[in-house]
Nanobody, 122 residues
Framework: QVRLVESGGGLVQAGGSLRLSCAAS????????IGWFRQAPGKEREGVSC????????VYADSVKGRFTISIDNAKNTVYLQMNSLKPEDTAVYYC???????????????WGQGTQVTVSS
């Protein structure tokens, strides 16, 4: 059974940091693209960052460049999103997803986690 499970969300003050984890089971992340997306109340889901596990190339949304870092631990079959200098506008449910293409287009991802809440207080 293919599963993606996110963890690491929580409540943090503005300027703080969180690290989200996305653990995969039932398949290996090798040769997949992994994306992090977020959805705030009343807003559409937006792409935050994605990575091609084959060559390690990454893409970041302009809103998080320089603050967020995506990485992978192949041995643990887990992807991470390190989030620094958090802002209240980063508050959202964060999802990880696996697909064939390293793009910030949620429609191109096949497998999704259940999401983890990130709340940044001002």
């Amino acid at each position: 059974q293919v599963r993606l499970v996110e963890s690491g969300g929580g409540l943090v003050q503005a300027g703080g940091s969180l690290r989200l984890s996305c653990a995969a089971s039932g398949f290996t992340l090798d040769y997949y693209a992994i994306g992090w997306f977020r959805q705030a109340p009343g807003k559409e889901r937006e792409g935050v960052s994605c990575m091609s596990t084959g060559d390690g190339s990454t893409v970041y949304a302009d809103s998080v460049k320089g603050r967020f870092t995506i990485s992978i631990d192949n041995a643990k079959n887990t992807v991470y999103l390190q989030m620094n200098s958090l802002k209240p506008e980063d508050t959202a449910v964060y999802y990880c997803a696996a697909g064939a293409w390293r793009v910030l287009d949620s429609g191109l991802y096949d497998y999704w986690g259940q999401g983890t809440q990130v709340t940044v207080s001002s």
